[in-house]
């Protein structure tokens, strides 16, 4: 059993800066690409940045230059800085995980999700 764990959500002011933490844990043999997804109401969960075990990552263009996503692999935990937020970050934001655990095939895990509220 593997589960993820968000934290660091919550509301700031456009401008304003929030840095995001999941933490996977449980039987845990190796973790591939970790990453954000973000779902706004009315909307399909989206993409929002990604980084492989080796380090390279992906961003959505709409967050390039405001987000940055790193991981501790010794902890296996994934992070999601993010400045210079506007209101149409309004979004719940969860974090994925490709998982391969001690017993068993990968597979992609999700977290319970973190609400990410820009407003004045």
């Known amino acids: 059993q593997v589960q993820l764990v968000e934290s660091g959500g919550g509301l700031v002011q456009p401008g304003g800066s929030l840095r995001l933490s999941c933490v996977a844990s449980g039987s845990i043999f190796s973790i591939y690409t970790m990453g954000w997804y973000r779902q706004a109401p009315g909307k399909q969960r989206e993409l929002v940045a990604s980084e492989n075990r080796g380090g390279n990552t992906n961003y959505v263009d709409s967050v390039k230059g405001r987000f940055t996503i790193s991981r501790d692999n010794a902890k296996n935990t994934v992070y999601l800085q993010m400045h210079s937020l506007k209101p149409e970050d309004t979004a719940v934001y969860f974090c994925?995980?490709?998982?391969?655990?001690?017993?068993?095939?990968?597979?992609?895990?999700w977290g319970q999700g973190t609400q990410v509220t820009v407003s004045s």
């Open positions: 994925n995980a490709d998982v391969a655990p001690v017993l068993g095939p990968i597979y992609s895990y």
